[in-house]
């Protein structure tokens, strides 16, 4: 029988809800609000601190890895641990990696307010007071009140350590205080492991992990946190070593299923290196001319890629003449046998009166040879890394950059879109990748991180276009690895990309087509969709926790202090001798200057902060006292007799400091930032409904009828041929087992239905529209829309049905989606579009076939009066 892992277990624990997953106020308060916390980081960080305070099993000291996808944000969770390990009184952190050129990104994203990633907020505080990240050397020199990170590179940790000098660091600097080792780049620690020694001589090689090791067990309350994308778990005694490490694994597939990483398409061309370099070209000023029009600051980056130094630099001067010499017949010629991206490309210049003359001085200027650089040798200068490490920056000019493998580990840019292979080797052995196909594919799932971009209400850093492949502004989510005609090639590299998660296993692309029949109906003329939006909650109204529902009564357990002895086996109850009673106090009573304190030792009561949640609130003063909020709360105390008319100004503090934790929960909840309207819009059916081209992970994620056509399905249950059912809009549906159902059960309801309403509409919802919950403006997008207007009446009623079938392991997650919908049909009000018509909009219960068909069908039933 296998031996659960520590991610098993923790998974287990997670699902079944042990694991608190509210994250301490330090964290929001203190790191930068503009890289806000997305929820696998949550989820990460959640396991770390559930592991450290709550976990039985818990081995100490603790050495822990985050297995996770380059890109996926591990800095931002090594962030948010350092605050949250100094609350638990950690000062002292050391932070390792292989490479000079991680160290020095990670010093400015930690130290440099000024920089475009810096993780923390302005100021860092901890109640009333303020601290400072400090970067040391030493320990020796360590600030006690102070955040202290020594940055270096395993290998000057390892020579440091044991080549020590004067002043520098030693082992000394270990022995009496309590470490938080972070390595990030993790793998390349692994050295000794992978050399499978004994005890013994894992203690006496002199090697990095030996050294690590060394520092890591000094003290038992030491932790050693690892973050990588590529720990080679399939090495036996690798895998051995973590199996009770990884504390959490979000892996690049999960990652690119989550929408975070751009879409990755090859752009194979029968042409020289130099012509696949200009292809790059004409997508990329394509591409800024796209977010340009969409009001979106982007200058995309091509990364040039060679197969050695001599190589990359006589590209550089070939591309560098090039672009000198272009004009409007070599991009003539190139148009001509272009198709795909890059005939759309020239088609959108077209489009927009850009003549080729015109395009060539535009290239001319933008990838001039001040807009390229070449990084290949090791001594390169300081100003051409901050280049490098700048690119996303508005002031950086940079272009093109020409490397052969200097980028391949640590390079962290969201601007990049295209990578040019320029040149044609393979290395697979009997069709299996070889090391340099997967350290391209690797390379290619760096450049897939995705760059953000608000659209409406959508999150800013998740693909949007999934669903519609046809839009312009999918080329700013999708990445071009421009290669030479090899189809053996690519046939590696796609296998190779599998592997490393950065494509799927099986995908399609499929096209949604609106029937002709539907287009030649009134209802395509002149029908509508009734939607709401989502606003920014004013809170004008909230003069107190009255009106966001703060609980007024709360309950405090003291520690006793009693003691009682028992026999295990006695039948008599285990609390019979323990005395307690309970008394109601304000909270008030504790005393002005003890929750004063209180509310100082918790960033989240910066007046500053409380006010954007009560705009009307003049002070603190007013927040303690008055009765529409703290002067309103009472607090339940239990303890022991005598006990409670004794209370200690520590056990005062300790009180406050709950009740106040709990309330600030509440508030959160209760006043969010984003509200959905009551008022519910129209959308013409013309302008939401149309043809969509859809790109489809075929059988991933555990439903087997996803990405299936429903005439094709092997399943008897839910085949349905619907091209030639009028009711149903597009020509076919690829939805889930449950959408399928519902479709099938919609079918079987039909004749009852068409003897009541003259016209039935069902249409499936492929990005078309989107809901916003009342409570908090959070996205809905209902599966399904149906239409059914009334028979005979003079003023016909249109319903229009919200419909979500839902799989069964996703019910409970979503049930605040079905709490929305369930809400519409009593909250919303209409625009009235036509006189002769009434909307009516009702949202209906999750269908699902094995659980809740019977009362999905009940309130369908009733609301449509059958």
């Given amino acids: 029988m296998t031996t659960p892992t520590l991610r098993d277990a923790l998974n287990t624990v997670w699902e079944l809800g042990y694991v608190p997953q509210t994250l301490p106020d330090a964290l929001p308060q203190n790191l930068n609000s503009a890289l806000p916390l997305r929820p696998y980081q949550e ?108 940055f270096t590179t395993i290998q000057g940790l390892h020579s440091r350590l044991n080549q020590p000098r004067e002043n520098s660091l030693t082992y000394d600097d270990f022995a009496g205080r309590d470490i938080v080792l972070i390595s990030d780049e993790a793998h390349h620690i692994n050295a000794l492991t992978k050399s499978n020694p004994n005890q013994t001589e894992m203690f006496q090689l002199n090697t990095w992990e030996a050294t690590v090791n060394r520092i890591f067990t000094a003290r038992p309350d030491n932790l050693l946190l690892e973050f990588t994308a590529t720990v080679e778990l399939s090495h036996p005694a690798v895998a051995a070593k973590y199996a009770d490490k990884i504390i959490f694994q979000y892996d690049l597939k999960q990652f690119r299923e989550d929408g975070y990483s751009k879409e990755v398409n090859v752009l194979q061309a029968d042409l020289p290196p130099l012509e696949r370099a200009l292809q790059a070209v004409i997508l990329s000023q394509y591409r800024r001319k796209v977010a340009a029009k969409n009001g979106l600051a982007l200058k995309p980056v091509i990364l040039m890629k060679s197969r050695i130094i001599k190589e990359s630099e006589a590209h550089f001067e070939q591309f560098r003449h090039m672009i000198q010499t272009l004009d409007a017949a070599r991009l003539e010629q190139l148009k001509q046998q272009a198709n795909g991206a890059i005939r759309r490309a020239f088609d959108y210049f077209d489009a927009q009166n850009i003549s080729l003359d015109n395009l060539a001085a535009e290239l001319r200027q933008e990838f001039d040879a001040h807009r390229c650089l070449s990084v290949n040798s090791k001594s390169d200068s300081e100003e051409k890394q901050l280049l490098v490490n700048s690119l996303e920056d508005r002031d950086n000019p940079i272009r093109v950059i020409f490397a052969v493998d200097k980028l391949n580990e640590g390079w962290d840019v969201l601007n990049l879109f295209d990578i040019v292979r320029l ?104 029908g509508a969709i009734y939607v709401n939006k989502r606003i920014q909650n004013p809170r004008a109204s909230i003069t107190g926790f009255r009106q966001i529902n703060i609980t007024p009564r709360h309950r405090y357990q003291l520690q006793t202090g009693q003691t009682q002895e028992t026999a295990i086996l006695d039948d008599a109850s285990a609390n019979a001798g323990l005395q307690t009673m309970t008394q109601s106090v304000p909270l008030s009573d504790l005393g002005f200057h003890v929750i004063r304190t209180a509310l100082q030792r918790l960033a989240f009561y910066r007046f500053d902060y409380l006010q954007r949640y009560f705009p009307a609130l003049h002070s603190i003063r007013e927040f303690i006292t008055a009765d529409n909020y703290l002067g309103g709360v009472t607090v339940d105390l239990v303890g022991a007799t005598g006990q409670l008319a004794h209370l200690s100004p520590a056990q005062k503090l300790r009180i406050a400091l709950a009740i106040l934790q709990k309330i600030s929960k ?201």
């Fill in 423 to 526: 040149y044609n080797t393979r290395d697979a052995k009997k069709g299996v990748p070889g090391k340099t196909t997967i350290s391209e594919a690797q390379l290619i799932g760096r450049g897939a991180r995705y760059f953000p971009f608000p659209l409406n209400s959508q999150p800013r850093d998740q693909r949007k276009f999934d669903h519609d492949l046809d839009h312009e502004m999918r080329i700013l989510e999708t990445l071009y690895y421009h290669s030479a005609h090899n189809p053996r090639y690519i046939d590696e590299l796609h296998k190779a990309l599998i592997q490393t998660g950065i494509l799927p296993d099986r995908r399609r692309t499929v096209t949604l087509r609106v029937k002709s029949s539907f287009k030649a109906t009134s209802f395509w003329q002149n």
């Fill in 43 to 150: 989820q990460a960080l959640a396991r770390l601190f559930y592991y450290l305070d709550g976990y039985p099993k818990r081995v100490k000291p603790s050495h822990l890895l985050f297995h996770m996808a380059t890109g996926s944000g591990k800095t931002l969770i090594m962030a948010g641990l350092i605050l949250y390990l100094y609350e638990k009184g950690y000062r002292n952190f050391l932070f390792f990696v292989n490479s000079s050129n991680i160290i020095e990104k990670t010093r400015d994203n930690f130290l440099n307010p000024l920089s475009a990633k810096y993780l923390f907020a302005d100021a860092l505080k901890f109640g009333p007071k303020e601290i400072h990240i400090r970067e040391v050397t030493n320990f020796q020199s360590a600030h006690p009140d102070d955040i202290n990170i020594l």
């Fill in 666 to 866: 509440e508030i959160r909840t209760g006043a969010p930032d984003y509200v959905g309207t009551k008022l519910f819009e129209p959308i013409s059916i013309q302008h939401c409904v149309k043809d969509k081209t859809l790109q489809i992970t075929v059988n991933e994620g555990g439903d087997q009828e996803r990405g299936v056509a429903m005439s094709q399905t092997t399943n008897a249950a839910l085949n349905l041929d619907l091209s030639g059912e009028a009711w149903y809009v597009y020509d076919e549906n690829y939805g889930t087992s449950e959408e399928k159902y519902f479709v099938r059960f919609l079918h079987g309801m039909m004749a009852e239905l068409q003897k009541k309403y003259a016209e039935i509409y069902l249409i499936r919802n492929e990005k078309l529209f989107t809901l916003y919950a009342f409570a908090d403006g959070r996205a809905v997008e209902p599966d399904f829309v149906l239409f059914a207007v009334e028979k005979g009446t003079q003023k016909p009623v249109i319903y229009q049905l919200f419909v979500e079938p839902k799989g069964q392991h996703l019910i409970a997650t979503d049930r605040w989606k079905e709490d929305f919908l369930r809400q519409i049909e009593q909250e919303y009000n209409i625009t009235t579009l036509y006189a002769n018509k009434d909307y009516r909009l009702v949202g209906l219960p999750f269908y699902n076939e094995a659980v809740s068909k019977t009362p999905f069908e009940q309130a369908f039933r009733q609301t449509l009066s059958l």
